[in-house]
């Protein structure tokens, strides 16, 4: 990872390559270089969909080597869904590869020219771009079909569907997973927008003729690396829960802990979850032949991942996320388990963020457009943002839009992007991560859900305000340097209750580029990129009134406990005094 | 004007009304009263569609009396359209009927429970609330003629349209003319919504058994208000220009100077101005038995409105104010004047803002949604707003959410509302007001057009940037107290260039309330009302970045003068030093 590449889609004739010297960029990786891309290249004033806006794509520190679940590629640039700065970031093969080709960021900048589409073809003997009018309004199954019959299985593919070629507000950038399906996914914050307004369809990463990353210090990065692997196994989390049951095994405990929100979060709890929960879907998956225990990128130990399977064997999706399962299930009054796995599809497909189209879905049921529960009206939706339709272009343009549209007050949103799967009200501390993060509504950016709900990371009342900002603000700091390193997040689990395994991570780090890194730097390292982000915010025009729940959660009491949202403005506040 | 009349939607058993005394709001009208209420009882977080937004209509400080052309009625709120504290104001009856009863100000405040509309009925022998379910999506026109079947002729109807009912971020709030049409709108900003998130589609506001305030000083004030009218009626603009012509008279003014903003803000000139243009739309209508010299109330000596009749003599809509021209003529390519007046109509008959719309429309002809110049398209687009369409939901939340939705750059828009019909990199200071105005992109709250394109109340080349933020910060302090007084705004032309017309507005005023008010104290007014307004949007979350144009303002070129945006920052973040 020793070079950046750089595409100028509005230079002379077409889009030019270059390639360039880390330079000032040297040492970054993930979250911490897009965010310092951004935050040196891009005007906080800029329009994410103008020219003045950037694209980068950049894999993880760790990305490439032999470093156990460390393939996650961050994904960067001023955000159309919250006109915040943006990290999103996946799995799947893109990553790994780009760090085999040396890339340590793509960056995506200047002004379109015209409506062509084109396409970026990456390998080790150099990059080239084709013009590929051929994908328009492709949607990613299709479209990635179509690659491999052009490129072979070899590459991993980076593309948008209809969303993001339509620059929709819920848009991602899919990578296509080990056995090339478009199932990966950039989601949050309509980052396949920014890809489609530089009107690139996708990207080839072909990693032929690399090999895997090596060590600086070998022996030291083997030995770590080892412990490291074994701590993750050790872990009833990461070496149990999540294996077996995928990140869904959550939609039980939400639900007993009242945090479930239902029905556009006016409920913590759904009836029917028995019907959403993993341990009916994993029953239900290895009597069909699906395999619920997979990896999103190869050398994962946690896989976390699955393969879901009709009844006669042939491939539906992904095993979908808790989030997914929450946001089309509980969140629309859907309990058909089925169903939600084709709609987690069907967003793959047309490259659209889960959580932002169910609880989109989730708002234009509560506005009357199609009634709680409604499978084939839900999916008729789906199916019209992915086609462009007026309906779907309210849709698509995310939660806050669609209230807007339908003159709702009830958007759970924070800086436009919509509140994943925990109500704020029952598990203050995801709540006050959402109010704060620099990225809108996000649980994945400062996970108290861990010491609210899972007893992990130490242990505290999710219905206790006080307390609750010192949580999230250590959280958001140790995801921040997370988040740069390509370690997939949910080895947060096993490092946050097993010191030793949180060292055999650095020391990983420390062998795989000779460095003698200590637990300060890494919180150093998480602090210094979110004074940054917070600083592009600021110059965005971000201020601490942006740092709040939307009012109705303090006013609005939460069953089954009918709690209110009650942190303290001060206390949010005080999250980046550091 | 002694009394406020408070109107609680959320009370047990319905929505209630009591009527209180000034209290703190003594001697205030128009804007300072309804910026003062909002800024004391509005939270500034609040949701605008949510209960603890107010919705404050308040006559001007002279409505009601002899005072010439002194009718305009203000109405405030936190706007759904921008989030920024809002005064949007009308002409018609209502404000000096209001005033007439006594009523220094509605304010409609709680949360509305359960779906009902009401009506309020406003009398001298008290106020009445009743359902209304009967006028439920009833546009203006029939619901009023319905009013009129039920009330009689005497009062003023203050209603929204379906575009309020529905919630739209574009929707006025209407006010009857003097002939009880609903020609005369609140139309900035989404007042209608908040009407419509309380719950009241009417207020009936009868005048019968009151009578025209009396000044405490009769002889001042009758001699100063004369003073004032022959002032009005000497100056070329106000006694000429605008009776005769009316506000459509800069359309080839504005054309000449290269500064009207045709085909969605791309071209400072329009090539079929001509058939668009005022003297066209008198002779026309002179012809056809038009009245093109008419007063939006009683009392006006300007009398810049007009009606407008088919070749056969029947009433086609009110004569379309400039912007109006503007919007739905060279802003979409329609050269068809006829066209323009009956979207004009359709306008008024839902309840939408023209600029708005407008804008709206070159947005979605820019999108490829219909074409340039299609008229027939661009009617049928209304009615989708009017009728709640999925694509009327899309283009009835404004200009930006439409822009949003196709993923344009291009939304001619500050803090959320539409440009109106001045293209700022050719009338630059009419930019800064835009940009920095309190209220979103709004000529009138600093219609620098008279110094840069009129050669009123100075002159200064429109081109050049600098100089503009002290020319756009005085027109904006001297607004601000002009829209509380209920004068309208035009009448600034008048006192700008004649001192002694400003002296006997005051010397009106004074007359009026026994005062001896300054030149100075009404410019200390006009500043605490902008100061008060900077401290809510503060509160609610704007900044010094809020007060920009868009970023492409400065990046493309505008014909034929070829001038980009470039007042400095420095320039911008000026204008409230004071």
Known sequence: MDKILRINVGAEGGPKATVESLGEYAGLGGRAMTTRVVVREVPPACHPLGPENKLVIAPGLMAGSAAATSGRVSVGCKSPLTGTIKESNSGGTGGQYLARLGYAAVIIEGERKGDDLYKVIIKASGVTIEKA??????????????????YGDAPCFITIGTAGEMRMGNSTICFTDPEGRPTRHAGRGGVGAVMGSKGIKAIIV???????????????????????????QQHPVTGQGLPTYGSNVLINILNEAGGLPAYNFSNGRFADVDKLSSETLVEIQKKRGGNPTHGCHRGCVIKCSGICVDKDGNFLSKQPEYETVWSHGANCGIDDLDAVIKMDYMNDDYGLDTIETGATLGVAMEAGVIKWGDVEGAMNLIHEIGKGTPMGRILGAGTATTARCYGLEHAPVVKGQAMPAYDPRAVKGVGVTYATTTQGADHTAG????????????????LEAAGQAAISRDLQIATAALDSTGYCLFVAFAILDQPETFQAMIDSINGMYGLNMTAEDVVELGKNILREEREFNKAAGFTKAHDRLPMYFRREAFPPHNTKWDVSDEDLDSVFDF
Chains 1, 2 share one sequence.
């Open 206 to 232: 072909d990693p032929t003729d690399t090999k895997i990353r090596q060590p600086k210090n070998s022996e030291q990065f083997k030995a770590a690396n080892k412990l490291f692997a074994q701590g993750l």
């Open 447 to 462: 996970y108290a859900v861990a010491p609210n709900i899972l007893s992990v990371g130490g242990k505290k009342d999710p």
């Open 133 to 150: 009018n051929d994908l328009r309004m492709l949607s990613n199954y299709p479209m990635v079909e179509k690659l491999h019959g052009q």
